[in-house]
Structure formats: C-alpha cells, structure tokens
C-alpha cells in the first residue's frame, strides 16, 4: 500500500483493529495503545497517517502501523547512509509534507505552518534537526501531535539523531502563507 491508497479511506469508514496498536492522542501528542478488535472510525487519511475516532476521542496511526487497520503497512522512510546535507535537508522537507493537521486536509509545509529547519552536527557528532514552525491560532491544541508526527517521519533516517520542533507565533500566521494549492484545496480563493 503507498500514500495514494492511504486517500482511498472514506471517511466514516469503521474498521476493527487487527492487533493492539500504538497510536497518538489527539491533541495531546502522547502514545497510547489501541486494542485489538476496537472498532475505529477513519476521521482523515492524509500523507502516510489516519486519524481516527475512538470511544469519543481522536488519535492519529502512522503508516507503519496501518496493518493494525488490515491495511499493508508504509516502510519507514529513511535514506542510505551516504547522503549530504542537502540530500537530508530535502528529505525532511519530504517527509514534513506527509505532516498533516489532523483537522485540515493540507500538509503543514502548504499550509504555510513551517517556517524552516536546521540540520546541526553536535559535539557528540549527532546530527539533530530543528524545526521552526507555528500554528494556525495560538490557542490550537495540535502542535504536539504536529510535532510528534514529524519527529517521528524525520528520525527514520539513520543520519538524524535528534529532532527539536519549535513552535513559534511570530510571525503570526495568516493565510496569506499558504500556497495556491493550499487554498485551492480549502476553498480559499
């Protein structure tokens, strides 16, 4: 299964759970563990994650654990051992555009949601990334899940050890920051 047929859940959709799964909480952004033959109901099927309904709340799946929706599950992304750093900055760009609000049926990078990223070698020789990136309010409780969808997309390459995000209101978002595409896709024009 790719990205594509990710799409081709509907929305409403009910499935059970193959196996206990590890999902995120939303808004919260902590794992918490689904069990297996809950019922769920698809919410969004965006990028390479579904946010799903359960029991009241919402929690986000990440395509590694997509056969827990009976589903063929996405590899982890990742890049050989011998890319640059401009092989590396252009994969989190990659993978931060699989990043979806789970609300907003826009990546964040389209969404205008980030404003840039810093790949920095430490002392210890780790490489870390850090991630500049805002919120459509400030009162917008899905930074964390944001947040820990990314780091957890970004460190599947084994060049990056560490991922920061940090959430900034400043410049304040606006929709002028979206892309064409972005407000094509809301309605926005």
């Not at 900055?89 to 990546?107: K, M």
Request: charged fraction near 25%; aromatic fraction near 6%; hydrophobic fraction near 40%.
């Amino acid at each position: 299964m790719d990205i594509e047929q990710v799409a081709s859940l509907e929305r409403g959709q009910k499935l059970p759970l193959q196996r206990d799964v590890e999902a995120i909480a939303i808004p919260f952004g902590k794992t918490e563990t689904l069990a297996e033959d809950s019922i769920v109901s698809v919410m969004q099927a965006k990028g390479s994650t579904v946010s799903v309904g359960f029991e009241g709340r919402l929690y986000l799946i990440e395509g590694r654990n997509l056969d827990a929706l009976g589903l063929e599950p996405l590899p982890q992304p990742t890049l050989p051992e011998s890319a640059s750093d401009e092989e590396i900055e252009a994969f989190v760009w990659e993978q931060l555009r699989t990043c979806f609000d789970p609300e907003i049926p826009v990546n964040i990078v389209d969404l205008g949601l980030v404003y840039g990223c810093r790949l920095e070698r430490l002392i210890s020789g780790e490489r870390m990334v850090t991630i500049r990136m805002t919120l459509t309010a400030p009162g917008c409780g899905m930074g964390d899940v944001i947040a820990a969808d990314a780091r957890n997309k970004i460190l599947g390459a084994p060049q990056i050890n560490k991922v920061h995000t940090e959430i900034v209101f400043s410049p304040p978002w606006s929709r002028d920051m979206m892309s064409d595409e972005a407000k094509l896709e809301l309605g926005m024009f």
